[in-house]
């Protein structure tokens, strides 16, 4: 069975203050590895897909990054905008459907 | 172009009524599912479709019925409504199975079952 662990739960940041999430997976045999972005009283919004160990993406403030057991969601000089619960979710083997982590809850304070 | 819409935004249910959650997507996705988030628990899977008249069960089926009689849409039927069914629910679409390019998802029906 698939496992995904995100970290930490919660993060607080000072505007400008730049940090990483961390999402760890237990799959066999990685599909893929998607990011989303959710604000309070809303659906996910999709950020990333990555595929394979070594593969970034970017997004203005975002860079999401993949190795063979983790992923990492690096956001650099956050501002208060970039507050939401950022999920983690991953494909694998011969399932298309995702499991998904639990999230990060990310607020950055002006 | 409207996305994915859920309707109704909020539902309060009395313990053994049944109501049906809409979701429609003018994207032409093949792919759509439904999904309920509880606190510390993450989204889990209800059930899902591959397209009309093709659906199948995840991770917590008991207690749902759907069908796909349209590619536009998706509703999520709920038997007899229990307190553990209390949650927020979320459609999604995709324009392909594992979703790629990442599922469009609804804004959520959050539902209390009393």
């Known amino acids: 069975e698939d496992q995904v662990t995100q970290s930490p739960e919660a993060l607080r940041l000072q505007e400008g203050e730049s940090s990483s999430l961390n999402c760890s997976y237990t799959?066999?045999?990685?599909?893929?590895l998607f990011w989303y972005r959710q604000d309070p009283g809303k659906g996910p919004e999709f950020l990333f897909t990555?595929?394979?160990a070594g593969e970034e993406k970017e997004k203005e403030r975002l860079k999401a990054t993949l190795t063979k057991k983790e992923s990492f969601l690096h956001i650099t000089a956050p501002k208060p905008e970039d507050s939401a619960t950022y999920l983690c979710?991953?494909?694998?083997?011969?399932?298309?459907?995702?499991?998904f982590g639990r999230g990060t809850s990310l607020i950055v304070h002006p | 172009n409207a996305g994915v819409t859920q309707t109704p935004k909020f539902q309060v249910l009395k313990t053994g009524q049944s109501m049906t959650l809409q979701c429609a997507q003018d994207?032409?996705?093949?792919?759509m599912s439904w999904y309920r988030q509880d606190p510390g628990m993450g989204l889990r899977l209800i059930h899902y479709?591959?397209?009309?008249?093709?659906?199948d069960q995840g991770e917590v089926p008991n207690g749902y019925n759907v069908s796909r009689s349209t590619t536009e849409d998706f509703p999520l039927r709920l038997l007899s409504a229990a307190p553990s069914q209390t949650s927020v629910y979320f459609c999604?679409?995709?324009?392909?199975?594992?979703?790629?390019?990442?599922?469009?998802f609804g804004s959520g029906t959050r539902l209390t079952v009393v």
């Open positions: 479709s591959v397209g009309a008249g093709i659906t």
């Open positions: 979710a991953v494909t694998s083997g011969g399932s298309y459907i995702p499991t």
């Open positions: 990555l595929y394979s």
């Open positions: 999604a679409s995709s324009y392909g199975f594992e979703g790629v390019a990442g599922y469009t």
């Open positions: 994207m032409n996705h093949e792919y």
């Open positions: 799959v066999s045999g990685l599909r893929g």
